[in-house]
C-alpha cells in the first residue's frame, strides 16, 4: 500500500478534483469535531472554575469523548494533507496518557475476607471503612466501653457489584447526575438503589454473614441488630455524617436485606451529592458495614472534646431521652451541658430537666478526652447512656470545620445596629448576608433560589444537597450536634437555630445574620460583612488539586499565535492546543485549496455576469441551484451563503466598473500569453470552490490577487473568514497605502488583520452567520474599491478621504 503522504501527492497530480471533494469532507469533518471538543472543554471547565460540580465518573467521560473527538480532528487533517498532522497523534496520545493516570482508581479488589470481627484486625479503613477501623481500633483498649461485633467488608461490596455486572450501570448514571438540578438527581438515585436492591449477594459472601451474625447472638443478649454504614473515607477528613443510612432493629432472618439497604443508601441523593461535593469517587468510597447488637439506651448524645465555635477548654454534651436519632437528624433540640475541660466542672446547662448529672458528666468527659488522646485530634463522640448508668461508645470521628470565632466588631469601626429581636443559638459559625427564602416543603429543594438565606424547620441532612446555592441557613430546631451541622461547619456555611424566627422573618427580606455571635439582623450590615471570615470556605472542599492536574493538560491554551515560529505539532502541552493547531492547519490547507494556476478547476463552469469579470465556479456540494445547467451559470444559479454575500458586495451601486477592462491576472497574462491564451482561460481567471455554507475565491485583479476562505452556517463557533489580499501595479508605497486603507475599514468590522510588506493577513472567526454575511458584504465592495487604488495613492490624507466616502456610500 501507498504511504499516506505519498498517496496524496499522487491525487494531487492525477485526480485534482477529487481531493478537492476528499479535503472538503474532511475539512468539515474536522470542524465537527472542533465544535464538539470546544463544547467538552466548555463543560470541564464550568465543572472545574464555576463550581458545577459533578461526579468523577462524568469528568472521566468527558475526558475521555474529548480524546476521541480530538483523535479524529487529527484524522481528518491527515486526510485533508498527511504532511500536516505528522507526529500529532504521538504527541495526543501522550497528553491522553498524562490525563488517564489522573483519573484512574485503583482495580478493586474482589478477594477476601468478606468479614472481619471488630478486633485488632479490623483496622485497615480501605477495607473495613473509616467507622469500623476506628471502633476496631478503641475496641482493644481496656477502657473504652464499646459493643462487639463484625465488619462486612468493602471487599464484599466490590465483589456484588462484579457479581451484578452493576459497575457499568451505575457509572451511566452517575456520568449523567447535575447535582444543581435535584430533582433529576433524585431520579437517578431511585434507579440505582432500584438496581442494587435486585442485586444478589454472592453465596461466598452470604455464608460469613450468617456466621458472624450466629456467633454474635451467641455474645450478646439483645435480639436486635444495627447495620451501619461504615465507607471508606466516611469519618475522616470528610464525616460524611449523616448522608448514609443506618438500619436499626434488624432480626437474624433480615440481615442480608438489611444489608443491602445500607448498600442502597450508598447511592441515595444526600450522599452522592456530599461525595461529588468533596471531589471523591464512588470507586474511591466503597460501603462497608458494622454490624453490632441494638442498644436501647435512656440517654443518648453526642459530645464535643472541642466545641466548635466555643472557647478551647468547652467541652459541648448535648443529650436526648432514648436513642439518639432524633439529635442527629435535628428533629429535636438537644439538652446542652457546657463542661469545662481542665477545671471538670460545668460552665453552663441550657437544658429542661438534667438529663446527665455531675459525676454522669465527669464520667463521660474523662471517656472522650481518652478518645482525644488515642485519635490524637478533637473528638466527635457518640454515646450511648445504659439504665444501669454505664456508658457506651458508639462511634467516634474527628471534629468537622473545627473553627475559632472571629472577634467582635472593634469598637473604633461602625457599630451595627440593634439586632432583631429573637433569641437564637449558633450551629455553624460565619457571617453571611441576603434574601429570606422560607422552605415550606422538603419535596421543594430543587426550587431554592441562588444566594438566599435559607429559613427551615428543621436541620435535616437533606439540606446538604442546596449548601452550594445558599449563603446560610436559619432553622426553628435542631442542635449544634445534629449531622447537618457537621457538614455545615465542613463547607462554612453559617446556621442559626431558634424556635421563633418565622414570627420576625418575612419572604425576600433581607438579613444578616452573624452567627459567630449568634445574632441576626434585619439587612446588609457592612461593618460584619468585612469582618474575618471563618471556616474552611467553600472553594477548598471539590477536590481542586487533583482536578487542577488534570484540567492542565484538558484545557490549557498554550498555542496561541499561528505565525509563530513554535506553532508546531510537537509543543501541543493538552487536548485544547490540538483543537487548536489542527483548526488552524485545517483553515490554513483549505485556504490554499487551489494553486494559482487553477489546478483541479477543469469541470468549473464559467460564471457570466454584468461585472467584466472573468471567474469559474467549480460545486462540490449544494453550492448551485438545482435548475443550473450547461457549461455556464449566472449569479442567480449560485446558493451557496457566503458566496452570495460576497457578490453583493462586488455588486454594490456605488461601485463602477469599467467594461473595457476584463479583470484578470494581468502580470501572468502577461508573462506566459504571447498571443496563446485567451483573455477567458481559467488559468487566468478569478475562480470559487463552493458548496451550501463555504466557498473558497481567488480573485484576481490587475496586477494582485485575494483569497477568501470562508464557512458561513448555523453554528457560530465553527464561522470564519479568512481574507489574503497580495501585490499590485503600483510602485512599493502605493500598494502599501492601499493596505492600510484595507486594514481600517477591516479592522472597523471587527477583523483581525496583520500587515507584512505589500500582503495583508485578514481573519474573523466564530461569528453569528448575520455577523459573517456582513463582513462578507463589506469585503465585497473592499474587493471592488480598491482595484487600481495603489496607482493613484501618494499620501495618507487621502486615505482618510477615501475611508470617509467608503462609508458614506
Not at 453490632?292 to 440517654?299: A, D, E, H, K, S
Amino acid at each position: 500500500m501507498l504511504n499516506p503522504l505519498v498517496r496524496h501527492m499522487v491525487s494531487k497530480i492525477f485526480s485534482p478534483r477529487s481531493l478537492l471533494r476528499t479535503k472538503y469532507r474532511a475539512f468539515k469533518d474536522v470542524l465537527r469535531c472542533d465544535a464538539i471538543g470546544l463544547e467538552l472543554i466548555a463543560d470541564l471547565e464550568e465543572i472545574c472554575y464555576l463550581e458545577q460540580y459533578a461526579d468523577w465518573a462524568r469528568i472521566a467521560w468527558l475526558c475521555e469523548r474529548l480524546g476521541v473527538s480530538t483523535q479524529r480532528m487529527i484524522c481528518g487533517l491527515q486526510k485533508m494533507d498527511p504532511a500536516l498532522s505528522r507526529g500529532l497523534l504521538e504527541r495526543h496520545a501522550e497528553i491522553l496518557e498524562a490525563i488517564r493516570a489522573e483519573l484512574v482508581s485503583p482495580v478493586p479488589s474482589t478477594s477476601p475476607p468478606y468479614v472481619l470481627l471488630l478486633d485488632d484486625h479490623a483496622t485497615d479503613p480501605t477495607l473495613v471503612g473509616g467507622k469500623g477501623a476506628t471502633l476496631a481500633r478503641i475496641a482493644g483498649v481496656p477502657d473504652i466501653p464499646t459493643l462487639p461485633g463484625f465488619v462486612i467488608t468493602a471487599n464484599a461490596f466490590h465483589l456484588f457489584l462484579e457479581h451484578n455486572g452493576l459497575r457499568e450501570k451505575l457509572d451511566r448514571c452517575l456520568r449523567s447526575i447535575r447535582p444543581c438540578k435535584t430533582r433529576k438527581m433524585q431520579e437517578l438515585a431511585a434507579i440505582m438503589q432500584k438496581e442494587i436492591m435486585a442485586g444478589e449477594i454472592p453465596p461466598v459472601v452470604v455464608l460469613p454473614i450468617l456466621e458472624a451474625v450466629a456467633s454474635l447472638a451467641e455474645a450478646s443478649s439483645s435480639p436486635q441488630l444495627i447495620l451501619r454504614s461504615s465507607a471508606v473515607a466516611e469519618d475522616s477528613a470528610v464525616s460524611f455524617a449523616g448522608q448514609y443510612l443506618s438500619v436499626a432493629g434488624v432480626k437474624t432472618p433480615d440481615i442480608l436485606l438489611a444489608y443491602k439497604k445500607i448498600l442502597a443508601g450508598k447511592y441515595s441523593a444526600k450522599a452522592m451529592f456530599y461525595r461529588i461535593f468533596h471531589g471523591l469517587s464512588d470507586v474511591e468510597t466503597p460501603m462497608a458495614v458494622v454490624v453490632q447488637p441494638m442498644l436501647r439506651p435512656r440517654v443518648s448524645g453526642v459530645t464535643y472534646t472541642r466545641d466548635p465555635g466555643q472557647a478551647r477548654h468547652c467541652m459541648g454534651i448535648y443529650a436526648v431521652f432514648g436513642s439518639g436519632e432524633s439529635l442527629m437528624d435535628g428533629a429535636t433540640r438537644a439538652g446542652v451541658t457546657f463542661f469545662d475541660r481542665n477545671k471538670d466542672d460545668f460552665i453552663e446547662r441550657v437544658q429542661d430537666v438534667a438529663l446527665l448529672d455531675l459525676d454522669q458528666c465527669r464520667a463521660l468527659v474523662r471517656l472522650c478526652l481518652r478518645l482525644e488522646e488515642i485519635q490524637g485530634c478533637p473528638q466527635d463522640v457518640e454515646w450511648g447512656l445504659n439504665e444501669d448508668g454505664s456508658f457506651v461508645i458508639l462511634q467516634t470521628r474527628p471534629i468537622g470545620g473545627q473553627v475559632e470565632v472571629t472577634d467582635p466588631v472593634s469598637p473604633g469601626s461602625t457599630q451595627p445596629p440593634p439586632p432583631l429581636p429573637v433569641s437564637v443559638c449558633r450551629a455553624a459559625a460565619g457571617i453571611a448576608t441576603g434574601p429570606v427564602y422560607i422552605l415550606q416543603n422538603w419535596d421543594d429543594l430543587d426550587m431554592v433560589p441562588e444566594q438566599c438565606i435559607l429559613l427551615v424547620p428543621g436541620l435535616s441532612p437533606e439540606l446538604v444537597q442546596i449548601i452550594p446555592k445558599v449563603r446560610g441557613v436559619l432553622a426553628k430546631t435542631g442542635s449544634r450536634a445534629c449531622h447537618f451541622a457537621s457538614v455545615a461547619r465542613e463547607c462554612g456555611v453559617p446556621v442559626l437555630i431558634g424556635p421563633e424566627m418565622d414570627a420576625v422573618l418575612r419572604p425576600s427580606m433581607v438579613v444578616t445574620m452573624d452567627a459567630d455571635t449568634a445574632l441576626l439582623y434585619e439587612g446588609e450590615v457592612e461593618p460584619l460583612l468585612q469582618k474575618p471570615k471563618s471556616g474552611k470556605g467553600r472553594h477548598s472542599l471539590f477536590g481542586e488539586k487533583r482536578l487542577a492536574r488534570i484540567m492542565s493538560p484538558v484545557t490549557r491554551l498554550t498555542m496561541t499565535d499561528p505565525d509563530a515560529s513554535d506553532f508546531v505539532a510537537p509543543n501541543c502541552q493538552s487536548l485544547h492546543d490540538i483543537i487548536r493547531f489542527v483548526h488552524e492547519q485545517a483553515v490554513e490547507d483549505m485556504f490554499d485549496l487551489v494553486n494559482k494556476n487553477g489546478r483541479g478547476l477543469f469541470r468549473a463552469r464559467k460564471l457570466v455576469s454584468d461585472l467584466p469579470l472573468s471567474m469559474y465556479v467549480l460545486d462540490l456540494q449544494n453550492g448551485l441551484s438545482s435548475t443550473a445547467r450547461g457549461r455556464e451559470i449566472t449569479p442567480d444559479d449560485v446558493v451557496c451563503v457566503p458566496f452570495k454575500s460576497l457578490w453583493e458586495g462586488l455588486c454594490s451601486p456605488d461601485i463602477l466598473w469599467d467594461d473595457r477592462m476584463p479583470h484578470m491576472d494581468w502580470e501572468a497574462f502577461d508573462r506566459i500569453s504571447a498571443g496563446i491564451f485567451s483573455k477567458d482561460t481559467a488559468l487566468l481567471s478569478s475562480y470559487a470552490v463552493i458548496t451550501k455554507r463555504y466557498t473558497h475565491l481567488m480573485l484576481r485583479f490587475g496586477y494582485h490577487f485575494s483569497v477568501v476562505d470562508c464557512l458561513c452556517g448555523d453554528e457560530p463557533q465553527n464561522n470564519y473568514i479568512h481574507f489574503r489580499f497580495k501585490g499590485g501595479g503600483a510602485a512599493y508605497d502605493g500598494r502599501v497605502l492601499r493596505l492600510e486603507f484595507i486594514t481600517r475599514i477591516l479592522s472597523a468590522r471587527g477583523f483581525q488583520v496583520v500587515s507584512k510588506g505589500d500582503l495583508l493577513d485578514a481573519r474573523m472567526a466564530r461569528c453569528n452567520a448575520a455577523d459573517i454575511r456582513a463582513g462578507l458584504i463589506v469585503l465585497g465592495r473592499i474587493l471592488a474599491m480598491t482595484r487600481l487604488m495603489d496607482i493613484r495613492l501618494e499620501t495618507t490624507e487621502q486615505i482618510d478621504v477615501l475611508v470617509e466616502e467608503f462609508y458614506q456610500a
